[in-house]
């Protein structure tokens, strides 16, 4: 395959390092190794944000493994208070590899739902609303970012998007000053999406994707281009393109059975439905979404 090509991107990050190392070897991979080691582990990914000045959420590392696991996580509990959520430090995505914890006599179950694998554990945050931003850096450095959205989760899967988020203007030039701070620091190539928690003393960084990101698909039906085409343009040399929005939108997941909603939905105005071709419906998978253009852009 990498003989094939000049260049290697990827849209998932749990990539094998073995299959880098035989990649790299013979073409660049972007975004760059760095950024998916980053990523991969989200004690890392807490670590490199915090060293960049960024907040997060507190953490603290819990080896779910260790025979002193039980007393790892009642330091861990006492270090971020309750609740919290324990996490595995890789492989999680929406939802998964994750267990809430609202009283510290639930410590055992958490554990055993790690699996023996090492974990992390988040403290909460008291947000206002969780909001993204969808940025480019392209090989020369340069820098663009789309409009951030406003999303609402679910059982930790994203729900919906809209844009423009109910933000202001200084929290909006923030969310850009983060996500540049991010690619920046990690001589980024590609597109990357930055979750947020707008909270009352500013916005703490959730977590970030090397990659399209989910949140991002509203672009396909608001922005003169998309995340996708932005990220052919970043990792194949080419300049990036202003991504000026022409129109508000919202982005609306279809999770599992929601897919039988689909006729109904293809009949309404101003909309946009993409099916990922998947053929087993199960509770908690994405299996398509659907962008409404609600009028032209406002609150830029």
């Given at each position: 395959?990498?003989?094939?090509?000049?260049?290697?991107?990827?849209?998932?990050?749990?990539?094998?390092?073995?299959?880098?190392?035989?990649?790299?070897?013979?073409?660049?991979?972007?975004?760059?190794?760095?950024?998916?080691?980053?990523?991969?582990?989200?004690l890392?990914?807490?670590?490199?944000l915090?060293?960049?000045?960024?907040?997060?959420a507190?953490?603290?590392?819990?080896?779910?493994?260790?025979?002193?696991?039980?007393?790892?996580?009642?330091?861990?509990?006492?270090?971020?208070?309750?609740?919290?959520?324990?996490?595995?430090?890789?492989l999680?995505?929406?939802?998964?590899?994750?267990?809430?914890?609202?009283?510290?006599?639930?410590?055992?179950?958490?554990?055993?739902?790690?699996?023996?694998?090492?974990?992390?554990?988040?403290g909460?945050?008291?947000?206002?609303?969780?909001?993204?931003?969808?940025?480019?850096?392209?090989?020369?450095?340069?820098?663009?970012?789309?409009?951030?959205?406003?999303?609402?989760?679910?059982?930790?899967?994203?729900?919906?998007?809209?844009?423009?988020?109910?933000?202001?203007?200084?929290?909006?030039?923030?969310?850009f000053?983060?996500?540049?701070?991010?690619?920046?620091?990690?001589?980024?190539?590609?597109?990357?999406?930055?979750?947020?928690?707008?909270?009352?003393?500013?916005?703490?960084?959730?977590?970030?994707?090397?990659?399209?990101?989910?949140?991002?698909?509203?672009?396909?039906?608001?922005?003169?281009?998309?995340?996708?085409?932005q990220?052919?343009?970043?990792?194949?040399?080419?300049?990036?393109?202003?991504?000026?929005?022409?129109?508000?939108?919202?982005?609306?997941?279809?999770?599992?059975?929601?897919?039988?909603?689909v006729?109904?939905?293809?009949?309404?105005?101003?909309?946009?439905?993409?099916?990922?071709?998947?053929?087993?419906?199960?509770?908690?998978?994405?299996?398509?979404?659907?962008?409404?253009?609600?009028?032209?852009?406002?609150?830029?």
């Open positions: 395959f990498a003989g094939g090509v000049d260049v290697v991107t990827y849209e998932f990050e749990n990539v094998p390092a073995e299959a880098l190392d035989l990649i790299e070897a013979r073409v660049p991979i972007r975004p760059n190794r760095r950024a998916l080691a980053v990523s991969q582990d989200r890392r990914e807490k670590r490199f915090n060293g960049i000045g960024l907040a997060t507190p953490f603290h590392p819990v080896d779910s493994a260790s025979p002193d696991a039980v007393i790892a996580l009642v330091q861990a509990m006492e270090a971020v208070g309750l609740p919290a959520i324990l996490k595995t430090r890789r999680g995505y929406d939802g998964r590899g994750q267990v809430r914890i609202d009283e510290a006599g639930c410590g055992d179950d958490s554990l055993a739902a790690m699996a023996g694998a090492e974990a992390l554990l988040e909460f945050v008291a947000f206002e609303r969780e909001v993204s931003v969808i940025a480019a850096r392209g090989a020369d450095g340069r820098i663009a970012c789309f409009e951030p959205g406003e999303n609402v989760h679910k059982d930790g899967i994203l729900r919906t998007t809209r844009v423009p988020a109910r933000i202001d203007r200084k929290t909006r030039e923030r969310t000053e983060i996500a540049a701070a991010i690619l920046n620091a990690l001589d980024y190539c590609g597109v990357i999406g930055v979750e947020l928690f707008d909270t009352a003393d500013g916005l703490v960084v959730n977590e970030i994707a090397p990659r399209v990101h989910n949140s991002g698909h509203w672009t396909e039906a608001g922005s003169c281009v998309d995340l996708f085409e990220l052919v343009r970043a990792v194949a040399g080419w300049p990036i393109a202003d991504p000026i929005r022409h129109s508000d939108v919202e982005m609306t997941n279809l999770i599992g059975e929601e897919v039988a909603d006729p109904a939905i293809a009949c309404e105005d101003g909309v946009r439905l993409h099916l990922y071709g998947k053929m087993e419906t199960r509770v908690g998978r994405k299996m398509g979404h659907v962008t409404r253009v609600l009028g032209p852009a406002t609150g830029s």
